[in-house]
C-alpha cells in the first residue's frame, strides 16, 4: 500500500522560505505514469493545488505561486519536496502532497498525506 | 484558468437519502473531472475519475456522470459515513483547479 508522509516546520515567519518534504513509502517515486505533486488548504477554505514534478524533474505549477514555488525529488531517497518563498499569513494552510496518477491518461490524485498543517506568523 | 462551480455549497440530507451535486466548469473539460470526498481533519479521498469512473475500493452508491462542461454526482443512498464535504476537480489543463467544496450535513 503506497503511503505518502509529509514533515516540516510547523512555523514559519513572514518573508522566509517554507520547506517541506513528502517521504513515499510501499512505491517507487520513479514509476513512468505517476507525478507527485502539493495541494493546500488554508483553515476552513478549498483546495488549491500548487504543483507537481515527475521523477525525471519536469515541473508544472500553479501560475499564482510560480514565481514563489520551487520543486524537487530525489528518486534514490523515494521523496520529494517543496519550496515556497517569501511567505505571508495569506500562506498558512495545510499542505498535502499527493500522488497524480496518469494511468488510462486521466490524471488524478489518488493517494495522499495527511497533512501538515504550516502557519506563518513572527 | 478553468474555474469550477459546485451547487449546492451546502446540503443537509437524511440516511437513506439519494443526493446529487453539480459541478460546472467554465469551459469544455470533456471527461477530466474528479470527485473527491474530504471529512473534517482528513486528506482527501479520490471517489470518481474521468467524470464516471469509479475509483477502486469506493461503494457503489457513489457514481458520476457528464461531459463537457456539466458534472454531477450522486449517492444513491446515503450513509452516515457519507456526511462530508465534497470537491469535484478538473484534470483537463494544468492549472488543476477545485471546485469550492460541498457541505453534505445530516438533516
Known amino acids: 500500500q503506497l503511503q505518502l508522509q509529509e514533515s516540516g516546520p510547523g512555523l514559519v515567519k513572514p518573508s522566509e522560505t517554507l520547506s517541506l518534504t513528502c517521504t513515499v513509502s510501499?512505491?517507487?517515486?520513479?514509476?513512468?505514469?505517476?507525478?507527485w505533486g502539493w495541494i493546500r488548504q488554508p483553515p476552513g477554505k478549498g483546495l488549491e493545488w500548487i504543483g507537481s514534478?515527475?521523477?525525471?524533474?519536469?515541473?508544472y505549477y500553479n501560475p499564482s505561486l510560480k514565481s514563489r514555488v520551487t520543486m524537487s525529488v530525489d528518486t534514490s531517497r523515494n521523496y520529494f519536496s517543496l519550496k515556497l518563498s517569501s511567505v505571508t499569513a495569506a500562506d498558512t494552510a495545510v499542505f498535502y502532497c499527493?500522488?497524480?496518477?496518469?494511468?488510462?491518461?486521466?490524471?488524478?490524485?489518488?493517494?495522499w498525506g495527511q497533512g501538515a498543517l504550516v502557519t506563518v506568523s513572527s | 484558468d478553468i474555474q469550477m462551480t459546485q451547487s449546492p455549497s451546502s446540503l443537509s440530507a437524511s440516511v437513506g437519502d439519494r443526493v446529487t451535486i453539480t459541478c460546472r466548469a467554465s469551459q469544455s473539460i470533456r471527461t477530466n473531472l474528479n470527485w473527491y470526498q474530504q471529512k473534517p481533519g482528513r486528506a482527501p479521498n479520490l471517489l470518481i475519475y474521468a467524470a464516471s469512473t469509479l475509483q477502486s475500493g469506493v461503494p457503489s452508491r457513489f457514481s458520476g456522470s457528464g461531459s463537457g462542461t456539466v458534472f454531477t454526482l450522486t449517492i444513491g443512498s446515503l450513509q452516515p459515513e457519507d456526511f462530508a464535504t465534497y470537491y469535484c476537480?478538473?484534470?483537463?489543463?494544468?492549472?488543476?483547479?477545485f471546485g469550492q467544496g460541498t457541505n453534505l450535513e445530516i438533516k
Open positions: 476537480q478538473q484534470s483537463s489543463t494544468t492549472p488543476y483547479t
Open positions: 510501499g512505491g517507487s517515486i520513479s514509476s513512468d505514469s505517476d507525478y
Open positions: 514534478i515527475y521523477h525525471r524533474g519536469s515541473t
Open positions: 499527493a500522488r497524480v496518477t496518469w494511468m488510462q491518461n486521466f490524471p488524478r490524485f489518488d493517494y
